[in-house]
């Protein structure tokens, strides 16, 4: 009886370890980088990190070691994409954990005038950009 009860914590402590293991595993690592211009506006640091700048906990979820999976460390506009899943992450999701409007409309309240993607003026709703390695991302604001 004993032998057995040891046996099913011993499972039971497996399967948790297993699951934690898991959640804090990275499957995905990309860096798109997003700078903005026309504004003094700078993308800041800790976003996703930091409470203050960490506004939509929605995708907490896909986060690693209690970070954001949408993330930044700098001031440089690399947006750290680090996630227990593999999964399509979007401009709109990372604007809304930064407290911007999911849409990108503005940041800080200065409108955006227009959007690139690697060089390719973007005609369809920013939010719907979705997040890749490598990315250069640059949102033009009105003073």
């Known amino acids: 009886m004993i032998l057995a009860l040891v046996a099913l914590v011993v499972i039971g402590v497996s399967v948790a370890a297993a699951q934690f293991s898991a959640a804090n595993t990275m499957r995905m690592h990309w860096h798109p980088i997003l700078t903005i211009t026309g504004s003094p506006v700078t993308v800041p640091s800790q976003i996703g990190i930091d409470q203050s700048l960490w506004k939509d906990h929605s995708l907490d979820q896909y986060g690693i070691g209690g970070l954001s999976p949408l993330h930044t460390h700098d001031t440089s506009g690399t947006i750290h994409v680090e996630s227990n899943t593999v999964r399509e992450f979007t401009l709109h999701e990372f604007l809304a954990i930064w407290g911007q409007p999911g849409d990108g409309s503005a940041i800080d309240g200065h409108p ?32």
């Open 112 to 143: 955006v005038t227009s959007l690139t993607v690697d060089g390719v003026q973007q005609t369809s709703p920013i939010g719907d950009v979705v997040l890749k390695d490598g990315q250069k991302i640059v949102m033009t604001l009105s003073p």
